[in-house]
């Protein structure tokens, strides 16, 4: 059986950024109480999740 795997293209941006954009997401997880929000790393996603055999 071919067993597929999920993958998704990002880059993480540079330390400086980072930051700045994490600050953002506490203040969108506060205001509308979505700790959700803060799970993933700060990235930007290029390519959205796909699957595809290894």
């Not at 600050?23 to 595809?52: D, G, S």
Request: include cysteine; charged fraction near 20%; aromatic fraction near 10%.
């Amino acid at each position: 059986m071919d067993v597929k795997c999920q993958y998704l293209l990002a880059i993480r941006p540079p330390a400086e950024l980072t930051d700045e954009i994490h600050q953002i997401r506490i203040a969108f997880a506060e205001k509308y109480n979505c700790k959700a929000a803060l799970k993933p790393p700060v990235h930007i996603t290029l390519l959205p999740n796909f699957w595809m055999l290894p």
